[in-house]
């Protein structure tokens, strides 16, 4: 059985924890699968060289200007193609979708209409069409609303990450039996604290994200480094031993040093793993963080978190952890987030007996989402094989 997992990468670190949850999971359940992923140049995310590490094969795929270019593939002799192992879009069986947040207009109509393109092919094919729980929508723009009727009608499971998602996406499709709700699976993997750590001196976690710069209004750009010193200049004065960590690329780094430099030289992490910006996060006494899934792996192992986002999945990841105190705007007064920090660092411990409850809570809800997803992989892939042998 060929298995791929799409819409997942290396550089974005919410993306390879992702990619690690779900191959941990499949291939548990699947261990004679062969699994495949779509190599791309775009911003280096998984060159061929990552994609041999994990055990992936390479799927011919190249979508450019609203055009499957892999296709041309099927020319080549068999011979050719298993010589180097490429597998064919024709050959996959099960296609697992591990996007995270792609399909709604704050990233433009290409990405949905990418998928619906996609799927109306996978269903012509007869390969199962899995979306793990993802942020959606919304749908304002036309494109997007018929783009996202052709992937419902031709995928076989989609799950929403939250409420807001789920209205979103059913608001457009309506409600059905195949749309589900489930929180952020990578709640399930375990992170690795690299051996070099300092948890003595690197106590309290800073996490920047640079998409507060380029998916925000203008008021809100201006005022998000401005926000991130304020806070700071709160924890060092309750002496909680601030440090900023790196969850992404250059561009975070860069918000980390002007924010370091900004308050006296506080340390800057960056590690290259995503596993290992997970076990940090767990070591920590808290953090105040931007990026989604830094979030998610501080949430996930009970350690009380701070956070300001850009769309509607921040409000709903702290709704869903029980602490929907935790966010705060870039416009807050000093008073405000004065207060937010004195109840992060002073109540933490009762912060975090209530937050590892719920993460339980959450964890079980993402064991029976991927009970689900096998349920309609062993239906499909079987009847994909009778189909074959008839």
Known sequence: MFIEIRKAGFINKGAELMLHAALQKLKARYPEATFVMAPTSKRAEHPFHNLVQLGFYPKASLWRYGIQWGNLANLAPRQLREMYGVVLDREVDVVIDAAGFAYSDQWGDAPTSELAQSAKRWRKNGTCVILLPQALGP????????AIKTVVDNVDLIFTRERVSYEHLTGVVGEQP?????????????????????TEQNRFCIVPNCRMLDKTDQATRDAYLPFLIKCTEHLLRKNAK???????GKDDRALAEKLSAAVGGIPVIQEKGALQIKGILGACSGTLGSRFH????????????????????????????GIPEGMLKVGASDAEIERKVAWITDDREQIQTELKARAEHL????????Q???EVIDQRTAHRQARRSA
């Open 139 to 146: 749908y304002a723009s036309e494109r997007n609303r018929k």
């Open 178 to 198: 195949k749309i589900r709700q489930s929180p952020d699976f990578t709640n399930l993997i375990t992170g690795v604290l690299p051996a070099n750590f300092d």
């Open 363 to 370: 964890k079980a809800q993402s064991e029976q989402m991927w």
């Open 294 to 321: 830094g979030l998610v792996s501080a949430l996930s192992q009970g350690v009380p978190a701070l956070a300001t986002g850009w769309s509607h999945k921040y409000q709903m990841l702290f709704e869903d952890y």
């Open 242 to 248: 601030p440090f900023v960590l790196v969850h992404e």
């Open 372 to 374: 689900q997803v096998f």
